[in-house]
Every structure is written in structure tokens, then in C-alpha cells.
């Protein structure tokens, strides 16, 4: 059984700032990562997906994936009101099959 | 456009009275997943399926049923629901292993 831990928040950063958001998981078989973004009463949306360690960066995002320690981040640069959502962390062992295990996600508040 | 449907989107049903969710991707992915969603307890994978005629159990399989007899359907079957199967269900999909996937709009279910 993984476990996917995600600090539930809430974050707050004013607009144009940076937000961190880290997530750690329980073993060190997981192959690949992603970061969603769920906006509430809607479905979670992919931001990111990282499968090697180190930076993979996309726009204001930047993921980070450090197996050794088991964590994976997101970073959001020039935070946006409109990137406030709840971010969630999900890990997947392809090699044993294609289960998905979610943590229970970090709220984000944007302040103008 | 590349989408995942579920319906309904939207049931109140009654303790005992079998129902179906039905789930269809147009994106020709292998795989797809069933979640339910609750409040402090995230994404949790209920059933997932690799292939045609090919599914698996996730973490939380008891009390549902799926069939995959085509690669663009996933029907979720609930036999005899259960107040404590009321959650919010998300259908999601994914071209092969360890791929990101993608998520239908959400079905909430009410069961009393």
C-alpha cells in the first residue's frame, strides 16, 4: 500500500509570489509522478508529469523530483488569483500495473 | 474533442437499487480507472482496467463492479448501493502505462 502525504493547507501567497507545494510518498518503487490541479466541484486537471529525477519545468510551473528522499514538488512562479485550487499529488508503479494512488492535496489561496 | 463522458452527472438513488455509471473515452487510451472522491480522504482508485476484458482492483473495489468489453467504455456498476458509497465518482483514462491521465466531469452520487 503507497501513501501519497500532501500538508492539506491552506496556502496562502500574494499574487506575483512563489508557491511550493511538496508531497512526499511512502516507497521507492513509484516510477512516475504528476501534479493535478482540482478547482472545486470539477474534475482534477493534469499540470505536470515527471518520471526522472530533477527539474522539469513547463510555463510558471516547475516540477521537482528527488527519488532518493521520496519527494516530489511544484513550484508556481508569479502566482495568479486564478491558480488558486487545491493542487493534488499523485504516484504510479507501471511496472506492477497502472495503480494510481492520490495524496489528499494541498488547498492554495492567490491573494490579490 | 479528446474527451472522457460519464453519466449522470447528478443521481439520488435509495439503499438496495442497482445502478449504472457509465464511463466513454474518445482518445483510444488502454487504460481507465474508477475513483471516488470523499472529503479528507482524496482520490482513492476503485477499479482500473488495462486493456479490453482486462481490470484490476484498486484500493477500495468492495461494493462495485466494472466490465471493460470495449476499449472506449468502463461502466461502473453498483448491485446493492449503500449510503456509504455516496461520493463523488470520477472516470479517468490514460494511453498505456505510467501515462498521465485524463478525467471525466464527475459524477456525484446520493444514496439513501
Known amino acids: 500500500q503507497k501513501e501519497v502525504e500532501q500538508n492539506s493547507g491552506p496556502l496562502s501567497v500574494p499574487e506575483g509570489a512563489i508557491a511550493s507545494l511538496n508531497c512526499t510518498y511512502s516507497d521507492r518503487v513509484s516510477q512516475s509522478f504528476f501534479w493535478y490541479r482540482q478547482y472545486s466541484g470539477k474534475s482534477p486537471e493534469l499540470i505536470m508529469s515527471?518520471?526522472?529525477?530533477g527539474d522539469k519545468e513547463d510555463g510558471r510551473f516547475t516540477a521537482q523530483l528527488n527519488k532518493a528522499s521520496q519527494y516530489v514538488s511544484l513550484l508556481i512562479r508569479d502566482s495568479q488569483p486564478s491558480d488558486s485550487a487545491t493542487y493534488l499529488c499523485a504516484v504510479n508503479d507501471w511496472t506492477t500495473g497502472n495503480q494510481f494512488y492520490f495524496g489528499t492535496g494541498t488547498s492554495l489561496t492567490v491573494i490579490p | 474533442e479528446a474527451q472522457v463522458t460519464q453519466n449522470p452527472r447528478y443521481l439520488i438513488t435509495v439503499t438496495g437499487k442497482k445502478l449504472t455509471v457509465t464511463c466513454s473515452q474518445n482518445?483510444?487510451?488502454?487504460?481507465m480507472s474508477w475513483y471516488r472522491q470523499d472529503p479528507g480522504l482524496g482520490l482513492r482508485q476503485i477499479y482500473y482496467s488495462m486493456n479490453v476484458e482486462v481490470t484490476d482492483k484498486g484500493d477500495v473495489p468492495e461494493g462495485y463492479k466494472v466490465s471493460r468489453k470495449e476499449k472506449r467504455n468502463f461502466p461502473l456498476i453498483l448491485e446493492s448501493p449503500s449510503p456509504n458509497q455516496t461520493s463523488l465518482y470520477f472516470c479517468?483514462?490514460?494511453?498505456?502505462?505510467?501515462?498521465?491521465?485524463?478525467f471525466g466531469p464527475g459524477t456525484r452520487l446520493t444514496v439513501t
Open positions: 479517468a483514462s490514460s494511453l498505456g502505462d505510467g501515462d498521465e491521465q485524463y
Open positions: 482518445m483510444n487510451h488502454e487504460y
Open positions: 515527471i518520471y526522472s529525477n
